[in-house]
């Protein structure tokens, strides 16, 4: 099957790390505040993917959603990046850790496709290696069979993104990177998920960035704006194309954090907010 036209994609993700024993209420709550959009991974050591899916069945049985109202983002993660609570036989090939990853995320949700699946990380800091081509055509082994509507690759520098290219590899929908301000919002990888129309979602918006959110020139945006930093944070990076993320925990917060979709910043603001660490 040929690439799927990227289909709307949605404008906030509620990210459900480090949520553990209230990952189900707080999955639940976050649908009830308005998101549409869950970003988890089947990594037991920083995410409670099964609890998510409790959290989403909670939310069906209340008739707050339906599974077509949703956005499903989930992840692999290589051996490395989590503890002894595995879902695939790590003496399998990586083909099949992927086959077997992704079929006990559906069960953990209760779907039988998500809507976008992301490589979690390269399995080397410095290039695009085998082991990834490898994991990569099985991910879109499991795209073609509708399992993953889209790809995604997580944690990437601007050199695995052009070896990916190099490699005349199919690219991502998305691109999913912390986010640092003193690094011109990543600006390189930015730039190339532009040129090559990838999405590029951006995490730690906040916490990366103290700094930031403490600066005055927030503070004084803030104020005209009638926002908060925060809001403000979360406004630029939609001005910017940023899809962002936020793993809050607190309900006024969520309110907060998609109500900043109708904080609108001067081009001249977004433009200073965009160079403010440089
Ligand atoms: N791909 C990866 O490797 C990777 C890595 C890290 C994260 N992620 C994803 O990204 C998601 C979000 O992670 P994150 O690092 O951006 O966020 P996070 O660590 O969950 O933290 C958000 C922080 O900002 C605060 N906050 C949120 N909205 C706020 C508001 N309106 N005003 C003031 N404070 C606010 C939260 O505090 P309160 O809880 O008190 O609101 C919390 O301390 C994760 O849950 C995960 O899904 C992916």
């Not at 707080?26 to 409790?54: K, M, S």
């Not at 399998?92 to 006990?104: D, H, R």
């Not at 990569?136 to 399992?147: G, H, L, N, P």
């Amino acid at each position: 099957m040929p690439p799927q036209p990227p289909r709307p994609v949605p404008d906030f993700l509620y990210g459900t790390a480090w949520k553990e024993d209230r990952t189900p209420a707080l999955t639940e709550l976050a649908l009830r505040v308005g998101f549409r959009a869950i970003d988890t991974a089947n990594q037991r050591r920083h995410y409670f993917e099964e609890g998510v899916g409790q959290g989403l069945a909670a939310a069906y049985r209340a008739g707050v959603v339906t599974r077509d109202d949703l956005f499903l983002q989930t992840k692999f993660t290589y051996q490395p990046g989590q503890d002894h609570r595995l879902p695939y036989d790590p003496t399998a090939l990586l083909s099949v850790q992927v086959a077997q990853s992704i079929a006990s995320s559906l069960e953990h949700l209760t779907t039988d496709h998500v809507d976008s699946y992301v490589l979690h990380g390269p399995s080397s800091n410095q290039d695009w290696t085998d082991a990834d081509a490898e994991v990569w055509q099985a991910m879109r082994k499991e795209r073609d069979a509708a399992r993953t509507r889209l790809l995604g690759v997580s944690n990437v520098s601007l050199r695995h993104l052009q070896q990916m290219a190099a490699a005349r590899a199919e690219l991502p929908a998305f691109v999913q990177n912390r986010c640092y301000a003193r690094l011109g919002w990543d600006r390189a990888v930015r730039s190339f998920c532009r040129e090559h129309k990838i999405v590029y979602q951006g995490f730690s918006l906040l916490t990366a960035n103290q700094e930031v959110l403490h600066h005055p020139l927030i503070a004084s945006l803030a104020a005209s704006a009638n926002a908060t930093p925060a809001q403000v944070v979360f406004s630029f990076a939609r001005s910017i194309g940023i899809l962002p993320l936020t793993g809050t925990t607190n309900a006024q917060h969520m309110k907060q954090d998609l109500a900043s979709r109708d904080v609108k910043l001067p081009p001249e603001a977004v433009q200073a907010i965009e160079s403010v660490a440089d």
